[in-house]
T-cell receptor, first 116, second 112 residues
Framework: NAGVTQTPKFQVLKTGQSMTLQCAQD?????MSWYRQDPGMGLRLIHY???????DQGEVPNGYNVSRSTTEDFPLRLLSAAPSQTSVYFC???????????????FGEGSRLTVL | KNQVEQSPQSLIILEGKNCTLQ??????????LRWYKQDTGRGPVSLTI?????NTKSNGRYTATLDADTKQSSLHITASQLSDSASYIC???????????FGAGTRLTVKP
């Protein structure tokens, strides 16, 4: 199993450009999520999904869009990039989501995004 | 104020020594607490997960403790190795709507 795969690993954008960060998992996990990691701060939840066709907002959803058409894929879209979106983005998945909390989270290797 | 505070922010120790990392939280109602290890340039990897009823859990040379009354956890690393150099992240979950709060992490450097 490849686990959680994120692409691209590095990306540089100009302000106003759009792009999609890809995330795929091959563990048949119901739960998938996107986080951003900024220096001196903990990871913050952007969006999450508890199954195909079901998505919800996390702590910092503004400027990002997601969809979940299949169990395996959960892309994150930046509609109009801003310098404040410069960060490292992590996709994570979990085999369970019960009682409002997840089982063990499996993270991808991260995507480092710079917006000029 | 972050609901999960970790200390120290960074720590340097010599190979073979022990160390203890701290995590204090205010997240409520408490569901579980996890420790993750994050190598530079990599994604976090789970070390332990502890629920309310668990006081201690070990994973090899890593031992996590939890005091739910004082809302404190610690991660003790025994006989440190160079490969232990990483950031260690404390994550606390509440029983509501997928509310997981991440600490900023402790950066551990193990020197030969």
């Amino acid at each position: 199993n490849a686990g959680v795969t994120q692409t691209p690993k590095f990306q540089v954008l100009k302000t106003g450009q759009s792009m999609t960060l890809q995330c795929a998992q091959d563990m048949n996990h119901e739960y998938m999520s996107w986080y951003r990691q900024d220096p001196g701060m903990g990871l913050r939840l952007i969006h999450y999904s508890v199954g195909a066709g079901i998505t919800d907002q996390g702590e910092v959803p503004n400027g990002y869009n997601v969809s979940r058409s299949t169990t395996e894929d959960f892309p994150l879209r930046l509609l109009s990039a801003a310098p404040s979106q410069t960060s490292v983005y992590f996709c994570a998945s979990s085999y369970s989501w019960t009682s409002g909390t997840t089982g063990e989270l499996f993270f991808g290797e991260g995507s480092r995004l710079t917006v000029l | 104020k972050n609901q999960v505070e970790q200390s120290p922010q960074s720590l340097i120790i010599l190979e073979g020594k022990n160390c203890t990392l701290q995590c204090n939280y205010t997240v409520s109602p408490f569901s579980n607490l996890r420790w993750y290890k994050q190598d530079t340039g990599r994604g976090p990897v789970s070390l332990t997960i502890m629920t309310f009823s668990e006081n201690t859990k070990s994973n090899g040379r890593y031992t996590a403790t939890l005091d739910a009354d004082t809302k404190q956890s610690s991660l003790h690393i025994t006989a440190s190795q160079l490969s232990d150099s990483a950031s260690y992240i404390c994550v606390v979950s509440a029983f509501r709507n997928n509310d997981m709060r991440f600490g900023a992490g402790t950066r551990l450097t193990v020197k030969p």
